[in-house]
């Protein structure tokens, strides 16, 4: 299980020596996992199983860190490659994308000490991660305890159609196209209801 992750303050024109650090820490990191142990599972040709672990904010990509963004996009892209090779090499070992929605763990832990009552704990994660690998599933997303698996998979749907529709990059957060990410999200809830509550 390659679960390295760090997390630095980015943006697209500034904090160069960040990227840096996310990247080798949050790509290299599993990159380095990979290949360390993987040509040794594979030569012992018994069943044997490869997790990433990446983040919701590579899929969904919120606003605020882009280069923690994008180094768990790499992560996604990666571990989806790695199983396509896997499969095409007849390997008996099977390859997961981890993917936790909000969690309280170390990482985050100094804001806020308190877990927020919308966070899962690293139990609950672990115990979906278990229950999922169980079902053969590659993608395991995580809820929490505000984030439905339904609400994911219409943020993950809109994200891809961004593409397909040629909208604004990352529409669902462009003042243009807000109100219509709101109602395609949650039908029968207007933006200006949400402004009113």
């Not at 499969?87 to 100094?110: Q, W």
């Not at 529709?165 to 709101?182: I, M, V």
Request: glycine content about 6%.
């Amino acid at each position: 299980m390659n679960n390295a992750g760090v997390a630095r303050p980015t943006k697209a024109w500034e904090n160069g020596d960040n990227w840096r650090r996310v990247f080798e820490v949050n790509v290299f990191g599993v990159l380095n996992g990979v290949q360390s142990f993987l040509p040794r599972m594979i030569e012992a040709d018994r069943p044997a199983v490869v997790i990433n672990t990446g983040s919701k904010q590579g899929i969904t990509t919120p606003l605020g860190n882009p280069g923690y963004n994008v180094s768990r996009a790499g992560v996604k892209v990666l571990t989806e490659m790695l199983a396509y090779e896997l499969h095409t090499a007849k390997a008996p070992v099977s390859d997961h994308l981890f993917v936790p929605g909000f969690k309280h763990t170390g990482m985050i832990s100094s804001f806020p000490a308190e877990k927020p009552a919308s966070a899962w704990t690293s139990d609950e994660t672990v115990a979906h991660l278990i229950e999922r690998l169980d079902r053969g599933d590659f993608y395991i997303l995580c809820r929490d305890n505000e984030v439905t698996p339904e609400i994911d998979r219409k943020r993950v749907a809109w994200a891809a159609q961004d593409i397909i529709k040629n909208r604004p990059a990352l529409s669902r957060w462009h003042s243009d196209c807000a109100e219509s990410f709101a109602a395609f999200e949650n039908p029968g809830r207007s933006l200006e209801k949400d402004r009113a509550l």
